[in-house]
């Protein structure tokens, strides 16, 4: 059964959301500089469609548009080529936010969600991490996980995300993940490394989303 979406459309003939994509068809084909976009969820579209397209639409070009980053792994051997390496990228404080991970010798991605709306950096931080650590669970493997965040790793090992971030109604979604992170935490062990990628010394994270 395919998965229902919500198409958001900012500018074109009659600017909306949507619940089909042929609906959506009609508002944007041949409108000139159109601006629209498919979220999962109709409440993360009602509050993209409040806000502005620039800060939805611009995250998804620049992922495509960045050129993947290289490590220059022979120089520095002491890098765990075996791992997962993961970041967020948010475009306000609080803003939307997205993480990922990515295997570090190939940076091929292995996993991405967002944007989620309303959340910061170190949330992003935190999720993909414990994200990482529940996928290698299930596959029943234990790769050491790297990320550039310190606040990020001690919230993992205290088991407990220390966000100051205030619940509203825009950020429930955020929150109820990082409510669950801390369940899982809470209800599972591992065996994973979890490592400070060392930027200054190696240059960016292989999962970095390239907007610095």
């Known amino acids: 059964m395919q998965k229902?979406?919500?198409y958001v459309v900012w500018e074109g003939r009659n600017p909306g959301i949507y619940d089909s994509w042929e609906e959506c068809?009609?508002?944007i084909d041949g409108f000139p500089s159109a601006k629209y976009k498919a979220f999962d969820f109709q409440d993360e579209a009602t509050e993209a469609f409040r806000g502005k397209a620039s800060d939805?639409?611009?995250i998804i070009k620049a992922i495509a548009q960045r050129k993947p980053h290289v490590v220059?792994?022979?120089a520095f051997p002491e890098i765990i080529l075996d791992s997962i390496a993961v970041d967020a990228a948010c475009s306000k404080n609080p803003g939307p936010v997205e993480y990922r991970g990515v295997d570090t010798k190939t940076?091929?991605?292995l996993f991405h969600v967002g944007p989620l709306a309303e959340g910061t950096n170190n949330i992003g931080e935190f999720?993909?991490?414990v994200h990482a650590l529940a996928m290698m669970e299930k596959q029943g493997t234990s790769f050491p996980i790297y990320s550039d965040s310190r606040t990020a790793l001690a919230w993992v090992r205290e088991r407990k995300c220390k966000t100051t971030l205030k619940p509203?109604?825009?950020n429930v979604r955020i929150l109820e993940l990082v409510r669950r992170a801390e369940a899982w935490l809470n209800t599972h062990t591992y065996t994973n490394s979890l490592l400070k990628w060392k930027t200054e010394e190696w240059g960016e994270i292989p999962a970095d989303f390239g907007r610095k």
């Open 25 to 27: 068809k009609d508002q």
């Open 56 to 58: 939805h639409i611009g």
């Open 168 to 170: 509203t109604a825009n």
């Open 72 to 74: 220059n792994y022979e």
């Open 4 to 6: 229902r979406k919500f």
């Open 127 to 129: 999720l993909a991490i």
């Open 107 to 109: 940076g091929i991605q």
